[in-house]
Antibody, heavy 119, light 110 residues
Framework: QVQLVQSGAEVKKPGASVKVSCKAS????????MHWVRQAPGQRLEWLGW????????KYSQHVQGRVIITTNTSASTAYMELSSLRSEDTAVYYC????????????WGQGTLVTVSS | QSALTQPASVSGSPGQSITMSCIGS?????????VSWYQHHPGRAPKLMIY???KRPSGVSNRFSGSKSGNTASLTISGLQAEDEADYYC??????????FGGGTKLTVL
């Protein structure tokens, strides 16, 4: 079955960067896009961006454009989300999610990674 | 891209039906057949309940159904059960080739 296993919790200082990984199994990695979504405490889900795991094309939310980079290592079936210039508002649980039958739908989710930004 | 508009909360008794709305614009919901609904229990990963406006993934109960009219999408849950109590988020594809979520609706089963 499809499984997405994310890296562990992180604590970062303002201005630093964080890189969260998402290891996939149970399917052909290159055949599905991977999305990244976050949820700050008490806030709504926020879509951050996606990557075409076959050709590496990406699309990012305007809200984090310029600070986020999504990449993949297809040989390791792993996706990465790197967020730079961290600020306190970036404190959130970050999820990776594999596309469903349509690329724009998020069908399978990782367990989430808590990123805390604090001085 | 502004978030889609969802009511903050809805409630219903076990066995009843409820419908929650998700209001967007012609740049998102009104322009595409790519509306999804996600169930989110606190502390757990979200779960896909409806995609492409009306389709249910395998394993999702047929008590869940989706629809769309103009710029507004709706999720209906029939035969409410205690386990349905959760936050529900709508999502839509947009003209900027991105995705946008709604603010979320907290469903309380009385």
């Amino acid at each position: 079955q499809v499984q997405l296993v994310q890296s562990g919790a992180e604590v970062k200082k303002p201005g630093a960067s964080v890189k969260v990984s998402c290891k996939a199994s149970g399917y052909t990695f290159k055949n599905y896009a991977m999305h990244w979504v976050r949820q700050a405490p008490g806030q709504r889900l926020e879509w951050l961006g996606w990557i075409n795991a076959d050709n590496g094309n990406t699309k990012y939310s305007q809200h984090v454009q310029g600070r986020v980079i999504i990449t993949t290592n297809t040989s390791a079936s792993t996706a990465y989300m790197e967020l730079s210039s961290l600020r306190s508002e970036d404190t959130a649980v970050y999820y990776c999610s594999r596309a469903h039958l349509t690329t724009v739908t998020m069908g399978h989710w990782g367990q989430g990674t808590l990123v805390t930004v604090s001085s | 891209q502004s978030a889609l508009t969802q009511p903050a909360s809805v409630s219903g008794s076990p066995g009843q039906s409820i419908t929650m709305s998700c209001i967007g614009s012609s740049s998102d919901i009104g322009g595409y057949k790519f509306v999804s609904w996600y169930q989110h229990h606190p502390g757990r990963a979200p779960k896909l309940m409806i995609y492409d406006v009306t389709k249910r993934p395998s394993g999702v109960s047929n008590r869940f159904s989706g629809s769309k009219s103009g710029n507004t999408a709706s999720l209906t849950i029939s035969g409410l059960q205690a386990e349905d109590e959760a936050d529900y988020y709508c999502s839509s594809y947009t003209t900027t080739s991105s995705l946008v979520f709604g603010g979320g609706t907290k469903l309380t089963v009385l």
